[in-house]
């Protein structure tokens, strides 16, 4: 059934996913912050409003796709947030990547005004942002999750229910602990592979093999291409709020604390805007070798 959906954060991700909601026939509003990034879908037929609490208002869901805890708290929560916007009963579904505390703490603030509020953070990437066939791993009621899923199915072509409320922030945080270990892992070979005078395109093709993550990146890597599909700093955002909920949990997190410096590094080189993978630039730098080939 078609309904009034609102998109807030309309950036990498959340640009190519409410396309996707539109195609399926809703009608849509966005709001971004930074208004330029919604022309494309105003020329889609989008209607855009002025701050989030003006795209909630009579709205049957509202979708956030936001950088981090204090966006989200700015765009649910603030003076202008879509929970004062939106009629009782409405639907709040965050898929941005935050930690289980800020996500149980959004859903109680929006409990309490009579609204129901689901965690929906994804993975896949922009590739699977764009098809619309990102993996989506749901937290909150069955009951929230089934009415839910009709809508995240225009999004995802795997749609999961992981938990009670928590449960896919921390899903979430799962995976990008891998995602992000393995670019570590992936800059820190190809550095060492170069130095010992292997073949960057054999290295590649071999460690392509042994992990998709890997058969993804390298190419790119190689041909110094870091565009951000996940910008750096995001990346290095998730690893904090993996740090944070693990000291909570009394979990100790060895590798994890390693990538979250080389990562600092980077950040400090002002490579934060691009890829994560561009942590190789700061291990190229220290041994003096660049394993990325020229650009012709
Ligand atoms: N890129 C990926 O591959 C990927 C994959 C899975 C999950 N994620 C997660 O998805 C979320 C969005 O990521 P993205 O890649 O789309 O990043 P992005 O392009 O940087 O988008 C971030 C969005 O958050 C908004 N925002 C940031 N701070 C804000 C604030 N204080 N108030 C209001 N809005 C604010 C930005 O608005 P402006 O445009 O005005 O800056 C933008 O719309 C993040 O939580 C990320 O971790 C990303």
Redesign the pocket.
């Known amino acids: 059934m078609a309904q009034t959906v609102a998109f807030i954060?309309?950036?990498?991700?959340?640009r190519r996913m409410a396309k996707n909601v539109l195609k399926a026939g809703h009608s849509l509003r966005v709001y971004?912050?930074?208004v330029a990034?919604t022309e494309e879908l105003c020329g889609l037929g989008a209607t855009v409003a002025a701050s989030p609490r003006q795209a909630a208002q009579g709205a049957d869901a509202v979708i956030t796709?936001?950088?981090?805890p204090?966006?989200l708290a700015?765009?649910l929560d603030g003076p202008e947030g879509a929970f004062v916007g939106c009629r009782r009963g409405a639907f709040v579904i965050d898929?941005?990547?935050?930690d289980p505390e800020t996500s149980r703490a959004m859903a109680a603030r929006a409990q309490a005004r009579g609204l129901r509020y689901l965690e929906a953070?994804?993975?896949?990437?922009?590739g699977a942002a764009e098809q619309g066939s990102l993996l989506i791993m749901a937290g909150g009621t069955m009951e929230d999750f089934q009415a839910a899923k009709p809508l995240l199915e225009t999004m995802g072509k795997k749609v999961l229910r992981v938990g009670q409320m928590g449960s896919g922030a921390a899903m979430k945080l799962t995976t990008n602990m891998v995602a992000s270990s393995i670019s570590a892992a992936m800059a820190e070979a190809l550095v060492f592979a170069a130095k010992a005078g292997l073949e960057p395109s054999l290295v590649v093709e071999i460690l392509a093999d042994r992990s998709p993550l890997i058969a993804r990146w390298a190419p790119r890597v190689l041909a110094g291409e870091f565009s951000p599909?996940?910008?750096l700093r995001?990346a290095h955002?998730?690893v904090h709020l993996a740090l944070a909920t693990a000291r909570g949990l009394g979990v100790p997190l060895f590798a994890l604390a390693a990538v979250a410096q080389l990562q600092t590094a980077a950040l400090a080189k002002g490579l934060g805007d691009l890829d994560q993978t561009a942590t190789i630039q700061v291990l190229e730098e220290i041994v003096g070798l660049p394993v990325r080939q020229p650009k012709p």
């Open positions: 954060g309309i950036g990498i991700m959340g971004n912050r930074t990034k796709m936001v950088a981090d204090p966006a700015a765009v898929m941005s990547t935050v953070p994804v993975t896949g990437g922009v599909f996940f910008p995001l955002k998730d």
